[in-house]
């Protein structure tokens, strides 16, 4: 079955760090660009970050994060992985990832290829 498959996620206090993985099976990811997404509870989702296919490009959308995220990939492990530190109680929720074309776009509605997301908790 050909799916995006995220990790990492859990219970984090407070000013910590994690790192979230983004891979899949049944195809590569290194064909596209991959964006991470947070959807917080009751709220739409909202682009973190996006990487090109060769990683030379990478883009963090919300003010709210910049400067706490990072994006990076390896494709000979085909893994995206989204680095966070400083966590608040506001980046709670579910992280997905997702596949498109390019990164000038932050609309969910042009990337494809959805996981089933992987939920983070901040909270002391």
């Known amino acids: 079955q050909s799916q995006i498959v995220e990790s990492g996620g859990g219970l984090v206090q407070p000013g910590g760090s994690l790192t979230l993985s983004c891979t899949s099976s049944?195809?590569?990811?290194?064909?596209?660009?991959i964006g991470w997404f947070h959807q917080a509870p009751g709220k739409e989702r909202e682009i973190i970050a996006c990487?090109?296919?060769?990683?030379?490009?990478?883009?963090i959308w919300p003010d709210s994060v910049k400067g706490r995220a990072s994006i990076s990939r390896d494709n000979g492990k085909n893994t995206i992985w989204l680095h966070m530190n400083f966590l608040k109680s506001e980046d709670t929720g579910i992280y997905y990832c997702a596949k498109s074309a390019g990164c000038a776009t932050d609309d969910p509605l042009d990337f494809r290829r959805w996981g089933q997301g992987t939920r983070v908790t901040v909270s002391s």
């Open positions: 049944g195809f590569t990811l290194d064909r596209g660009s």
């Open positions: 990487i090109s296919p060769t990683g030379d490009v990478t883009h």
